[in-house]
């Protein structure tokens, strides 16, 4: 059923302002307690409330080329992203390589040019993919990963918003101060390993004493840390070395 134009006004605008936000909160770096793995933990969750995807995953390069899931909105991409980065294969990885974006519609298609993605992309129940280069000039430092449970994939508009919030994010981690210049990339990447590997182990133990999803771990861990007005890591070190409360982080608000 079509909409009037002035039924659509108060949608419109609703989103206008959540882009503006999300532009706002990505480009705010500059700060005493930045913490990355929240900055990129926000880059996918902002991708997913604007675009409408079913996930997004953030591959970071390291200074020898290497890549590194550095954040993901599910565990079911979670699964996929490091499988892409194992096996080196993938629209993920051709777009970091390149530095160009890679579309893929439907996956099942291009089987032939990915076969070991396209076989666990299927398992994970993804049909389509965008990968988006998070590059400043001749740098490229990581991509963002659009994923579908439809072929089609998202519209013009929706990928052009998310290159763009790809690129406010690749500019808010090179300019991140508390790392000094030289050595900017390197800290900041080693920083979202050491903290992701954390996050983990905390996302692990909340899912076993509370027998729920990796997912909803997180969700809860990052409520708490955000309700209390904590970093995130901080409280995943808290979870994995035993002396934070589980019982109270896993109450859902």
């Known amino acids: 059923m079509s909409h009037a134009p002035e039924e659509l006004e108060p949608v419109l605008r609703d989103r206008e302002r959540r882009v503006s936000r999300t532009f706002v909160s990505l480009a705010d770096t500059l700060v005493a307690d930045f913490d990355i793995s929240d900055f990129l933990n926000t880059l996918t969750e902002q991708c997913i409330d604007l675009l409408g ?26 699964l996929l992203e490091l499988f892409a980065v194992q096996t080196d294969d993938g629209p993920c990885v051709d777009c970091v390589t390149s530095g160009a974006p890679v579309s893929c519609a439907d996956l099942r ?57 790809a690129a406010v994010a690749t500019i808010g981690i090179l300019q991140q101060r508390t790392i000094e210049r030289g050595d900017r990339l390197a800290g900041q990447l080693q920083i979202a390993l050491t903290s992701r590997v954390v996050i983990e182990q905390a996302k692990g133990m909340l899912a076993e004493h509370g027998a729920v999803s990796m997912d909803e771990a997180f969700a809860q861990l990052r409520g708490y840390a955000r309700a209390h007005h904590q970093r995130l890591t901080d409280l995943a070190r808290e979870v994995a070395e035993g002396t934070a409360d589980l019982a109270a982080i896993l109450i859902r608000r």
């Not at 995807?53 to 979670?78: C, F, K, N, Y």
């Open 53 to 78: 995807v079913s996930a997004v995953g953030v591959i970071l390069r390291d200074p020898d080329g290497g890549l590194h899931v550095a954040a993901t909105s599910s565990q079911r991409a979670e």
């Open 109 to 165: 298609a291009e089987a032939h040019r990915w076969p070991r993605f396209t076989a666990a992309a299927h398992e994970c129940g993804f049909r389509s993919a965008q990968a988006l280069p998070m590059r400043l000039r001749e740098e490229v430092i990581g991509v963002v990963t659009l994923l579908g449970t439809e072929p089609g994939g998202a519209d013009r508009d929706d990928v052009e918003l998310a290159q763009a919030l």
